[in-house]
């Protein structure tokens, strides 16, 4: 079955600690992105990479990080500098960037929460 | 600069009853894509709907239906005889061609109830 897995479900984190999300996906696709959802509120964009060892900021990077050394993998790093960390994260992938037609498609989504 | 209203917030219906998730669109670029996605209480969302600016047919699928006019940037979402499996919260995206980075720009959302 192709599809986008995240990890873990739920994750806590303390006061000055950095955690990693991890992002996996079988789907060959180039593109894959970070989202955060805050309760009542849509989607915003943290970071996105179009492709392998290559990625850009979204709307609200700041106190986040990310790497793309493969393909399939997207791992999310919050860092103590994000100060507001509890939210839903939620990872994506397209087909390709660019163009804006192609379709995202979601993973189950990991709940942060800070102790 | 690109932006998607959702003005309703929540709705409740009945079962049975027909429900339509509104999606107002601002953009000023002559392509772009319109989507639907339902997000469950599970949290994945999940792919409805794509539409380009370009194809204004209303299209139907199942008990689905959407309803997209350009003349008032508007991209409307119907369920016809609503089910409890349909509560969810239900968010219209838009993506304009010219964004090299794919960004997609998502409303606010529709907190659907389908009461039994």
């Known amino acids: 079955d192709g599809g986008i897995t995240q990890s873990p479900k739920y994750l806590f984190r303390k006061e000055g600690q950095n955690v990693t999300l991890s992002c996996e996906q079988n789907l060959n696709h180039d593109a894959m992105y970070w989202y955060r959802q805050d309760p009542g509120q849509g989607l915003r964009l943290i970071y996105y990479s179009q492709i392998v060892n290559d990625f850009q900021k979204g709307d609200i990077a700041e106190g986040y990080s990310v790497s793309r050394e493969k393909k399939e993998s997207f791992p999310l790093t919050v860092t103590s500098a994000q100060k507001n960390p509890t939210a839903f994260y939620l990872c994506?992938?397209?087909?390709?960037?660019?163009?804006?037609?192609?379709?995202?498609?979601f993973g189950p989504g990991t709940r942060l929460l800070v102790l | 600069a690109q932006k998607v209203t959702q003005a309703q917030t929540e709705i409740s219906v009945v079962e049975k009853e027909d429900v339509t998730l509104d999606c107002v669109y601002e953009?000023?670029?002559?392509?772009?894509?319109l989507f639907w996605y339902k997000q469950p209480p599970s949290g994945e969302l999940v792919f409805l709907i794509r539409r380009n600016s370009f194809d204004e047919q209303n299209e139907i699928s199942g008990r689905y239906s959407w309803n997209f006019q350009k003349s008032t940037s508007s991209f409307n979402f119907t369920i016809t005889a609503s089910q409890v499996v349909d509560s969810a919260v239900y968010f219209c995206a838009l993506s304009e061609a010219m964004n090299y980075g794919q960004n997609f720009v998502f409303g606010p959302g529709t907190r659907l109830s389908v009461l039994p």
């Open positions: 994506a992938s397209s087909i390709a960037g660019g163009g804006g037609q192609e379709t995202q498609y």
């Open positions: 953009t000023r670029d002559t392509t772009y894509y």
